[in-house]
């Protein structure tokens, strides 16, 4: 890391990876969502229903990722001395938010993707 | 934006006891920020508290004329084969009700609200792109007439304002109501765009220095929410309409199946801008309700970052959600269900608002005075609408009830409870803001009780008549179905209600008058319009603000630093970073024009003209461009200053 440990959250990498935190989970499952309902009519035609559940799962992983990547975000902040900064309390704010938008949108994904075990791709 | 100057001490204005600049008078502020006198500088102005109180005042109009709509569609329905209204006449009224309250009234009064505070909560002094703004209202207003008129003329929209296709195609809608359906929803979500612009930008950049992003009031950050919703959302229902134009004006064939077409486009079109639409306007409603419980509870937010979790993501859910619209169209069930899934999982951020809501009450010492009256009252309603909106979330519950008046009280609930209520409390909470007096109390009890009663007496029957299978947008019905008694109280239930919107205009005007002086802070309220006076002064502040804290107005004292060196001769604000609110540069922002209020019109020509020939789009078109070459063109003083500005 080439930033100092406490300024860290002010560089762009910092600022980055506190953005893939809150905004990886949503954009993943809005990616589900739409990649998996144009899907459905190809899955009952080939009969390939495992693609949805690869794309769910893939979805599911990288939600997961970024809360994993947010978590990574907290420790770090935990293990700055000193008084906190500015910076370091937005950077706070956003660890968390990242940790929760992460975890409660891999549930969502979990959700929408418990039909393609139970629901047929070809049934009205 | 025109920025200015380098990031550097001796351009940067830094915090400091405001006595520090003495050169900042209020006369001179008042002299350049103030708008030109009398019609020209109506026409002109580019003050967010000018325009933001315009469209508030305009959509609560267009509110007032949606409700008589109500109304009259309320009387046909309250006798079983009534003949008040012709079934063609009851056709426009319903349409026009539905896109009155939707387009004219509901996302402009949040945008209105948001145009007027976000500058002061942020601590600025005007709203980013301050002619856009201007744009952006006439673009509405005029947007509004036409859609009226057309209506007064006996040409009104009547295939709903949805418009699904192939009803509202030229082959089954001929003639030129959906024309102008089209033409002017098309032209007046422009407005819509261009204040969420604003917004976004104003949020952004605009903040006071020290107003990281975990100190931003809340009603801000769901301003922000709905803004990134409306630059999502909008396009997909300009699309749409553009298309349609298409159809109905040169033949295309996008909605025509045996041309190669889907009908089922537009409704995937439609309704992804449609469902996100309701969110964008419950969204600001909530940050309403949190600014309301904050002060009147006097005690932070309970769950400060769980209720912003829970606004990003109702913001992202929102768009999720839209094929539940569309579950009796014979889509695949899996398809189906992925959207059902969403339709419910969107209670869990409603949920954790809710719940801090009333945690932050439960927790606080709550002094009931109207506005608060009027948050209970939501948070009874819109609960009971999100529990139906779960219920008609999944598909088989859906199916039984599709098109009957069961999603007529859910939607109701949903958005009278969910956002008109708030409104009214926001009234209430901000007149005093907005124009030095307070509203009278007694009137407000009176408006609020006859507006919940009144409500639900409407509203919640109409549960039970969909249960009976009485279908939605039906200007009448036998009195063998035994809908008559149910329809007969709702019809009793809306003429309560009516008569608590009516005390409310009574009240506006009489306090408006004679109401008691407010006072800078008469609620104790924590945010930063409240640091100023009432009504503000056209430059917002004498000293922009620096924040400490997330709740400045409790903890703002005399001796609190603020930002000197901003110029009090030009129309000058401080920029500042996305993140963190750190000073960055200055920016002059350009004087009142009247070129926004011209553009308006002729966008409005290409629109308008458009109904009758497509020879519209290059007269229009010629005209907007001279319009925006005059709009644009470089101004002497502008450029004289800065030069002045380059020099050492």
Same mark, same amino acid.
């Given at each position: 890391m080439s930033a100092p440990e406490s300024s860290y959250f002010e560089s762009a990498r910092g600022v980055r990876t506190l953005w893939l935190g809150i905004l990886a989970g949503p954009l993943l499952w809005f990616l589900n969502q739409q990649v998996n309902y144009l899907l459905v009519r190809w899955a009952c035609s080939s009969g390939h229903v495992i693609v949805l559940h690869a794309v769910a799962a893939t979805c599911l992983v990288g939600a997961l990722l970024a809360g994993k990547l947010a978590l990574g975000n907290r420790r770090r902040l935990e293990e700055t001395e000193g008084a906190e900064s500015l910076q370091q309390e937005r950077a706070r704010f956003m660890v968390v938010l990242g940790i929760c938008s992460s975890f409660l949108f891999a549930l969502v994904i979990i959700a929408q993707g418990i039909p393609n075990f139970i629901l047929n791709p070809c049934g009205k | 934006m025109n920025p200015e100057g380098p990031r550097s001490a001796a351009v940067l204005p830094t915090a400091g !006891? @405001? &006595? &520090?600049?003495? @050169?900042?008078?209020h006369h001179d502020l008042d002299r350049v920020w103030s708008p030109p006198e009398g019609l020209y500088g109506w026409l002109t102005t580019t003050s967010h508290t000018q325009i933001g109180r315009r469209f508030i005042v305009t959509a609560f109009i267009f509110f007032l004329l949606g409700g008589i709509l109500a109304a009259l569609m309320r009387l046909q329905l309250s006798h079983a084969e009534s003949g008040f209204l012709s079934p063609d006449r009851y056709n426009q009224i319903f349409t026009m009700h539905g896109v009155t309250m939707m387009f004219l009234f509901a996302v402009p009064i949040m945008e209105g609200f948001g145009i007027y505070l976000i500058p002061l909560m942020v601590g600025t002094r005007n709203l980013a792109f301050p002619r856009l703004n201007s744009f952006g209202y006439f673009t509405y207003l005029i947007g509004g007439i036409l859609l009226y008129a057309a209506l007064l003329l006996d040409i009104g929209p009547d295939a709903g304002w949805f418009a699904y296709l192939p009803l509202a195609g030229p082959e089954f809608s001929p003639g030129h109501r959906m024309d102008f359906y089209a033409e002017i929803i098309t032209f007046l979500e422009i407005s819509a765009l261009v204040g969420a612009v604003e917004i976004i930008v104003t949020v952004f950049k605009l903040r006071a220095p020290g107003m990281t992003l975990n100190r931003m009031p809340l009603f801000v950050w769901a301003l922000l929410v709905t803004s990134f919703m409306i630059v999502f959302a909008m396009p997909s229902v300009e699309m749409a309409s553009a298309y349609l134009i298409l159809e109905r004006l040169a033949g295309t064939h996008f909605f025509d199946p045996a041309a190669g077409g889907d009908p089922m486009l537009w409704q995937h079109a439609f309704w992804f801008f449609g469902h996100p639409e309701v969110y964008i306007i419950f969204i600001p409603a909530t940050g309403m309700v949190a600014s309301i419980v904050v002060t009147f509870s006097q005690r932070q937010m309970f769950g400060y970052p769980a209720v912003i979790l829970a606004l990003i993501t109702t913001g992202f859910v929102g768009f999720g959600l839209w094929v539940h619209h569309m579950f009796?169209? =014979? *889509?695949p069930s899996l398809g189906m269900s992925f959207f059902a899934a969403a339709s419910m999982m969107i209670a869990i951020p409603s949920g954790i608002q809710v719940f801090c809501w009333i945690a932050t009450l439960w927790t606080g010492r709550p002094r009931l005075r109207v506005p608060l009256w009027f948050v209970l009252g939501f948070v009874f309603l819109f609960v009971m609408g999100g529990l139906t909106g779960v219920m008609l979330g999944a598909v088989p519950f859906n199916l039984q009830v599709h098109d009957t008046y069961f999603v007529v009280a859910h939607f109701h609930y949903v *958005?009278? =409870?969910? &956002?008109v209520f708030p409104l009214f409390g926001g009234f209430y909470y901000w007149f005093p803001k907005m124009t030095g007096r307070m509203l009278n109390e007694r009137l407000g009890l009176w408006n609020f009780w006859l507006m919940f009663i009144g409500f639900n007496v409407t509203f919640f029957p109409m549960h039970e008549l969909g249960f009976r299978g009485m279908p939605r947008r039906v200007y009448t019905y036998l009195e063998s179905t035994g809908w008559e008694p149910l329809n007969l109280l709702a019809s009793c239930g809306a003429a309560v209600l009516a008569v608590g919107v009516l005390l409310f205009v009574i009240n506006v005007l009489w306090s408006r008058a004679r109401g008691q002086a407010a006072g800078d802070n008469p609620w104790g309220a924590d945010t930063l319009e409240w640091t100023t006076t009432s009504p503000p002064p056209n430059y917002n502040f004498h000293f922009q603000p620096v924040v400490t804290d997330r709740y400045p107005g409790w903890t @703002? =004292? !005399?001796d609190s630093p603020v930002v000197v060196g901003l110029k009090d001769d030009a129309h000058e604000v401080l920029v500042t970073t996305t993140l963190d609110a750190v000073p960055d540069h200055r920016t002059t922002f350009p004087p009142h024009s009247i070129w926004p209020f011209l553009t308006a019109v002729a966008v409005a020509v290409i629109f308008f003209g458009l109904i009758f020939t497509p020879w519209a789009i290059p007269a229009g078109a010629v005209l907007a461009m001279a319009m925006l070459i005059l709009w644009f063109w470089p101004k002497h003083h502008v450029l004289h200053r800065g030069h002045e500005e380059d020099a050492p």
């Open positions: - | !006891p @405001r &006595a &520090a600049d003495a @050169r900042a008078s009796a169209t =014979g *889509l *958005l009278i =409870g969910g &956002a @703002r =004292g !005399p």
